[in-house]
């Protein structure tokens, strides 16, 4: 989602499995971000998160759960 003059971007996404295997394991897999999109500095943050619980193999192959990450930009043009 940009602002009306798109000089800032805000994306995420957020899933969720649920399994019912003889125990119910239910997990989140979320990611959020904020850039400035315009001018001669551009510069962006973000986080991403997936709980242990998440199964990757409910919504498809993924070979990564819980772990956090954290991420950051910055862009200079000449």
Do not use: C, H, P, W
């Amino acid at each position: 989602m940009n602002t009306k003059k798109n000089t800032y971007n805000l994306s995420g996404r957020t899933n969720m499995s649920a399994v019912y295997d003889g125990k119910n394991k239910n997990g989140i897999s979320s990611f959020l971000a904020l850039a400035e999109t315009s001018g001669k500095y551009r510069y962006g943050i973000g986080g991403e998160y997936i709980s242990k619980e998440y199964d990757n193999n409910d919504l498809g192959i993924n070979f990564q759960t819980n772990y956090y990450s954290f991420l950051e930009m910055l862009v200079i043009e000449y």
